[in-house]
Every structure is written in structure tokens, then in C-alpha cells.
């Protein structure tokens, strides 16, 4: 609480008949003040919402009546990239043919030019896009190839392990690529 001091000063006068003003000395109990802040700090503690965690947001497909068609995408719609070494990416569309005709080479540049050109060319809904990175990709590219994606808004893409066939086929792709480059 606060309290006043009005005890006298002492009575040291100086000059005849000159009275001196008593001193009032102030103390001020902040006890009180101590309590109300503890107070006030658990009412906000109680009363603020904690940070909620926050999720990526995923489209998942739908269920389907059977199990063996859950899975089905369009042959015409399906395009599968595949990542090599030394930033190769190769791709094919649709099921990748017994002879590899339709199994091509490009670079980061020009995949988002392949990828444009097949969504503007394919409904939305049956556009897939499959990537499937090689043991000898390193992890630049794969990260390349997801931005790809969210650049392009391609939202529905499957990261799946690649195939033996398909992993050969990159191996003599990116030694091709590399005796011609070094020529």
C-alpha cells in the first residue's frame, strides 16, 4: 500500500521565526502490482489459441467399387518422366513400347515444354504424370522435377519406383549422351 511519512524533519530553523515545510517522504508498495501482472500473464496464457499445425494439403482419389480399378489412369493421358544422371530426363508417353519408339531424351529446359504441351493437349482429369527417378539421379533433380510440377499446377503426379527395364534403358540412354557430348 502506499504510506506517508510525516514524521518532522529535525527542527532546524534558520532565521528567527521561519517556519520549515515538513518533508513528506513517499513509499510505494508494488506488491499488488506484482500480483495483478501474474494475473494478467496467465489470463492471456489461458485465453490465446495455440498455433495450429499446419498440413499440406493432398487430392486423393477416389474410391473405387473394385480394387483392380482404383489405380487405372487413361493410356492416353499418362506421361512418365524419368530422371537419369548428369540432369538427363528422359520420357515416354502412354506404356513405354517393346522397341522403345516412344521413348525419348530431353533436358530440365525443355521438359516443361513437353509437360505444357500435354496438358493442354489432355483433359484435366485424365492427365498423369509418373516420375520415376534412377539410382543414379541425385536429389537436385528430383526436387527440379516436383517444382516443375507445382509451376505447371500438374496436380496429379506419382513419384513410383523405376522399373529394371526401365532403369537399363536410362543407363544406355545416359551413356549415349555421354560419348556423344564428349565428341
Same mark, same amino acid.
Given at each position: 500500500?502506499?504510506?506517508?511519512? =510525516? ?10 521565526? /521561519?517556519? #520549515? ?6 513509499? /510505494?508498495? %508494488? ?25 499440406? #494439403?493432398?487430392? *486423393? ?16 493421358? /499418362?506421361? =512418365?518422366? &524419368?530422371?537419369?544422371?548428369? @540432369? @538427363? ?7 513405354? #513400347? ?16 513437353? %509437360? ?5 493437349? =489432355?483433359?484435366?482429369?485424365?492427365? /498423369?504424370?509418373? +516420375? ?9 533433380? %528430383? *526436387?527440379?522435377? %516436383?517444382?516443375?510440377? $507445382? *509451376?505447371?499446377? &500438374?496436380?496429379?503426379?506419382? +513419384? ?21 557430348? $564428349?565428341?
Amino acid at each position: 500500500m502506499a504510506e506517508m511519512d =510525516t514524521s518532522s524533519g529535525g527542527g532546524h530553523k534558520k532565521g528567527p521565526g /521561519v517556519k #520549515k515545510g515538513k518533508k513528506l517522504s513517499t513509499r /510505494v508498495d %508494488l506488491t499488488p502490482m506484482v500480483d495483478l501482472g501474474f494475473l494478467l500473464i496467465t489470463f492471456f496464457i489461458f485465453t490465446t489459441t495455440m498455433s495450429q499445425p499446419t498440413a499440406m #494439403k493432398l487430392i *486423393i482419389p477416389k474410391d473405387a467399387d473394385k480394387p483392380e480399378d482404383q489405380n487405372k489412369a487413361k493410356e492416353s493421358g /499418362v506421361i =512418365t518422366i &524419368l530422371l537419369g544422371k548428369d @540432369n @538427363n530426363v528422359f520420357y515416354y508417353e502412354g506404356q513405354l #513400347k517393346v522397341d522403345g519408339s516412344n521413348f525419348k531424351s530431353s533436358s530440365f529446359k525443355e521438359i516443361r515444354n513437353v %509437360l505444357i504441351d500435354k496438358k493442354r493437349n =489432355t483433359p484435366e482429369k485424365d492427365l /498423369v504424370v509418373i +516420375l520415376k527417378p534412377s539410382s543414379e539421379c541425385n536429389y537436385k533433380n %528430383l *526436387i527440379d522435377i %516436383l517444382d516443375e510440377m $507445382a *509451376i505447371n499446377v &500438374l496436380k496429379r503426379y506419382a +513419384l513410383v519406383d523405376i522399373s529394371d527395364g526401365e532403369e537399363q534403358l536410362v543407363k544406355i540412354s545416359d551413356a549415349a549422351g555421354a560419348s556423344t557430348s $564428349a565428341k
